[in-house]
């Protein structure tokens, strides 16, 4: 039996390291179109803590119940609920902000999203992939649509548009 050449097994290595060396310009270029249609729309949102607000609410339930009983967990929990809610609302962050700050695993499936859209479009950097969908109006408004899915589904973010 033959050995396989040395050609064949660097083949066999090549295409992943070429696909992840080529992918990651490509996701950065995505990232950045983001930024830029979200920035010129003035996107906000806010990323809902729901593990600080159930924190702060079964602290005041637990610390109601020690004082009270039964009763103090009820107005601990209300009272906590309420606090818990105020506490995570409201706070609204520029959305370019909160997608460069996005840890490696949320990046590639918003690069997976939005490219999705993006089909076929072919590319040279981030300069020209802005000039394409921002020149297209039904192009932007999908790229808008799947970052406002993403950020809504994923992240768990309310929008909020301009000031």
Not at 38 to 54: E, F, N, P, R, Y
Not at 102 to 111: C, T, V
């Given at each position: 039996m033959p050995t396989p050449s040395i050609d064949n097994q660097i083949g066999s290595v090549l295409p992943p390291l070429c696909f992840s060396a080529r992918m990651a310009p490509r996701m950065d270029d995505v990232i950045r179109l983001c930024c830029e249609i979200s920035a010129h729309d003035q996107i906000k949102v806010a990323v809902k803590s729901s593990v600080k607000g159930a924190a702060v609410a079964g602290g005041t339930a637990f610390v109601g119940g020690l004082l009270g009983g039964p009763a103090g967990i009820a107005v601990g929990g209300a009272v906590g609920g309420l606090l818990g809610s105020w506490l995570t609302s409201g706070q609204f962050r520029p959305l370019p902000q909160i997608l460069m700050e996005l840890p490696p695993n949320q990046r590639e499936q918003l690069y997976r999203d939005i490219n999705g859209v993006l089909g076929s479009l072919d590319w040279m950097d981030a300069a020209q992939l802005i000039a394409l969908v921002t020149g297209n109006a039904t192009l932007q408004q999908q790229v808008t649509a799947a970052l406002l899915n993403y950020v809504?589904?994923?992240?768990?973010?309310?929008v909020r548009y301009g000031d």
């Amino acid at each position: 039996m033959p050995t396989p050449s040395i050609d064949n097994q660097i083949g066999s290595v090549l295409p992943p390291l070429c696909f992840s060396a080529r992918m990651a310009p490509r996701m950065d270029d995505v990232i950045r179109l983001c930024c830029e249609i979200s920035a010129h729309d003035q996107i906000k949102v806010a990323v809902k803590s729901s593990v600080k607000g159930a924190a702060v609410a079964g602290g005041t339930a637990f610390v109601g119940g020690l004082l009270g009983g039964p009763a103090g967990i009820a107005v601990g929990g209300a009272v906590g609920g309420l606090l818990g809610s105020w506490l995570t609302s409201g706070q609204f962050r520029p959305l370019p902000q909160i997608l460069m700050e996005l840890p490696p695993n949320q990046r590639e499936q918003l690069y997976r999203d939005i490219n999705g859209v993006l089909g076929s479009l072919d590319w040279m950097d981030a300069a020209q992939l802005i000039a394409l969908v921002t020149g297209n109006a039904t192009l932007q408004q999908q790229v808008t649509a799947a970052l406002l899915n993403y950020v809504s589904k994923e992240l768990r973010a309310e929008v909020r548009y301009g000031d």
